[in-house]
């Protein structure tokens, strides 16, 4: 029997991929990083986590998403959550890796309680997801990677429209997203702590990217700091693409971005040299309040400025 870590590895290239197709910034900020020699290659990236968004409706949502990063080791850890936004999240700490190959990505997985937005939102959000009659997780077949990749890609129900779309947005922007964005990764994310001095702290890494002319994501400030002053993360402002909405209506609205953050070590091991600062004697984890900021990455108020 082949590893589940070997199955996880290709659903997760598969992911990698199409996210890479979709957002040119990804491409755009692993070039300047090697011209700019803080790498030798986009392998050299430590992908801290990566991100998704669900519905939160029952057949749908986190319950239903994590059973397929459950059944590759994944581990589910602290919820979050946004009660302005009306979100749910987990993040899910990975398997140990694959002999001689880096650390697995971490997860963080949101959904919206849709049952706490407004009575038309709800009507427009369940005349889509209806149209998945169970929990579609459970038809699939989680040890074959090409199914689980399909899966990720593939439409749920019907091409939105426009109007729906934007009756959405103005309630709530995550349900916009998610209706036309869908399993879509929503962000990599990369790790800053262990490049070259000069660039290993997201002060001074928000300032390569912001001399490169990528627009950073300002709500709360472009570094979202945790109270512990542990966790630093930023994040690119989404890259809009062309959407084509039911009866052939295009529109440009906003896609995927980039993430990056500074996991500083523990107190404990605040004196190890640099090459001793394994993951595990680094912050771990998410905050509620770095979090709350970064979901704006796709927030029009955001886009706006792009
Ligand atoms: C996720 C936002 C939160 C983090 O690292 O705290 C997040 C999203 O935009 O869906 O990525
Ligand atoms: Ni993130």
Redesign the pocket.
């Known amino acids: 029997m082949t590893d589940r870590r070997e199955t996880l590895n290709y659903v997760l290239s598969g992911l990698m991929r199409r996210y890479q197709e979709r957002v040119p910034d990804v491409q755009s900020v692993i070039d300047d990083m090697v011209k700019g020699g803080l790498i030798g290659q986009a392998e050299d990236i430590e992908n801290d ?1 990566i ?1 998704f968004r669900t519905m939160g409706v029952p057949q749908l949502g986190i319950q239903s998403f994590e059973k397929i990063f459950l059944h590759y080791g994944y581990q589910r850890r602290e919820p979050y959550d946004f009660a302005a936004k009306k979100l749910n999240a987990y993040w899910y700490s990975p398997p140990d890796p694959l002999p001689g190959q880096p650390n697995f990505p971490r997860i ?1 997985v949101s959904e919206l309680r849709v049952g706490d937005l407004s009575e038309e939102a709800q009507r427009i959000i369940t005349s889509y997801t209806d149209e998945v009659p169970s929990d579609p997780v459970d038809d699939l077949n989680l040890d074959d990677g090409v199914q689980v990749d399909e899966f990720l890609h593939r439409a749920l129900w019907r091409l939105p429209s426009w109007e729906d779309y934007q009756r959405l947005q103005e309630e709530s922007e995550y349900a916009a997203w998610v209706i036309y964005n869908r399993y879509y990764l929503n ?1 990599f ?1 990369v790790s800053v702590h262990n490049l070259p001095e000069g660039y290993d702290t997201i002060e001074q890494f928000n300032a390569f990217l912001e001399g490169h002319g990528y627009t950073l994501n300002s709500s709360g400030g472009k570094a979202k700091t945790s109270p512990d002053g542990l966790l630093i ?1 930023s994040s690119t402002v989404a890259e809009m693409i062309d959407a084509e909405f039911a009866g052939g209506h295009l529109e440009r609205i906003s896609g995927s971005y980039v ?1 990056f953050a500074e996991r500083r070590p523990l107190p404990e091991f605040a004196d190890l040299p640099k090459n001793e600062l394994t993951r595990d004697k680094r912050r771990e984890g998410f905050e509620a309040g770095n979090a709350d900021k ?1 979901f704006e990455s796709t927030y029009s108020s955001q886009t706006a400025g792009r």
């Open positions: 986590h991100a963080f962000h994310t993360q993430e970064i």
